[in-house]
């Protein structure tokens, strides 16, 4: 069973910029496939980016343009670039794997298999 640990998490205000990273181990026989959700206080988990096995990326429409995901396959990581940061970006954002090679463009929290424990962005005005 995979196992997600994310960092980088903070507060920053509006306009500025984090960068967060997730750190995958414990999968030897599986492939994953590496992604970010988050969840907001009072809503519902909702899938951010997400990356393929051959670096293929999806987004969200509300963060498309902000938000740029990449991977390092040498440290198992996977990192998740937010710039332009608005206040409806305050959440908690999550680390997610899917076994296999590919999301197949679905953002759904239906699709994992393994969770990170979270980290908190707040975004000021």
């Known amino acids: 069973q995979v196992q997600l640990v994310e960092s980088g998490g903070g507060s920053v205000q509006a306009g500025g910029s984090l960068r967060l990273s997730c750190a995958a181990s414990?999968?030897?026989?599986?492939?994953?496939?590496m992604g970010w959700f988050r969840q907001a206080p009072g809503k519902e988990r909702e899938g951010v980016a997400t990356i393929d096995s051959d670096g293929v990326t999806t987004y969200a429409e509300s963060v498309k343009g902000r938000f740029t995901t990449s991977k390092d396959n040498a440290k198992n990581t996977v990192y998740l670039q937010m710039d332009n940061l608005k206040p409806e970006d305050t959440a908690t954002y999550y680390c997610?794997?899917?076994?296999?090679?590919?999301?197949?463009?679905?953002?759904?929290?239906?699709?994992?298999?393994?969770w990170g424990q979270g980290t908190v962005v707040t975004v000021s005005s």
């Open positions: 997610a794997a899917t076994r296999g090679v590919s999301w197949f463009g679905d953002l759904s929290a239906g699709r994992v298999d393994a």
């Open positions: 414990g999968y030897t026989y599986s492939t994953y496939c």
